[in-house]
T-cell receptor, first 111, second 118 residues
Framework: TQLLEQSPQFLSIQEGENLTVYCNSS?????LQWYRQEPGEGPVLLVT?????EVKKLKRLTFQFGDARKDSSLHITAAQPGDTGLYLC???????????FGTGTRLQVTL | DTAVSQTPKYLVTQMGNDKSIKCEQN?????MYWYKQDSKKFLKIMFS???????INETVPNRFSPKSPDKAHLNLHINSLELGDSAVYFC?????????????????FGPGTRLLVL
């Protein structure tokens, strides 16, 4: 069974701080996605990374896929209250449809 | 227009009852999914259909039966509901193939159905 462990589970920070969320597995994934889920809604895709060592930036968010394609990180610079939500990593295994989701990181950004 | 819609949004029912959740997507996608999100927010796939055919069937009790009347609809029927079935159920859809160079499709999720079994 493939597992994706995220850390930390919970993070409460003030506006303007930086943070990093980690997503780790003992399994190799062909691709890694990050989703954000807001309360009462479904997850929304933020990014897909497919190459070991790949780094993608989305405004204040930086995503990295580990060289061995077993782990990923999400770094947020100067967090804002609008970044509050549940962040989920999800690994793809080559079967284009099936995703294994991580355990989730709940982020709260306060003023 | 809502891309992926689910009904009902809330469902409160007694143990032992049978209930259905409906999902519709207007994105023209070929693949649809059902996920279960537990109280710890862990999201796990249950089923996936591609063009009305079952392609993913994870270890789910037989009490759960998906039905896809056409590729825009995927319904979930649950028999003999148990306390442990209480969760948020998400429907999702995707195109059926990944964008060039992406290897993985984007899945579009509905707003969820909050099921509480008493």
């Amino acid at each position: 069974t493939q597992l994706l462990e995220q850390s930390p589970q919970f993070l409460s920070i003030q506006e303007g701080e930086n943070l990093t969320v980690y997503c780790n597995s003992s399994s190799v994934f062909s691709s890694l996605q990050w989703y954000r889920q807001e309360p009462g809604e479904g997850p929304v895709l933020l990014v897909t990374v497919v190459t070991g060592g790949e780094v993608k930036k989305l405004k204040r968010l930086t995503f990295q896929f580990g060289d061995a394609r077993k782990d990923s990180s999400l770094h947020i610079t100067a967090a804002q209250p609008g970044d509050t939500g549940l962040y989920l990593c999800a690994g793809g295994t080559g079967t284009a449809s099936k995703l294994t989701f991580g355990t989730g990181t709940r982020l709260q950004v306060t003023l | 227009d809502t891309a992926v819609s689910q009904t009902p949004k809330y469902l409160v029912t007694q143990m032992g009852n049978d209930k259905s959740i409906k999902c519709e997507q207007n994105l023209g996608h070929d693949t649809m999914y059902w996920y279960k999100q537990d109280s710890k927010k862990f999201l796990k796939i249950m089923f996936s259909y591609n063009n009305k055919e079952l392609i993913i069937n994870e270890t789910v009790p037989n009490r759960f039966s998906p039905k896809s009347p056409d590729k825009a609809h995927l319904n979930l029927h649950i028999n003999s509901l148990e306390l442990g079935d209480s969760a948020v159920y998400f429907c999702a859809s995707s195109q059926g193939w990944p964008p060039p160079g992406q290897l993985q499709e984007t899945q579009y999720f509905g707003p969820g159905t909050r099921l509480l079994v008493l």
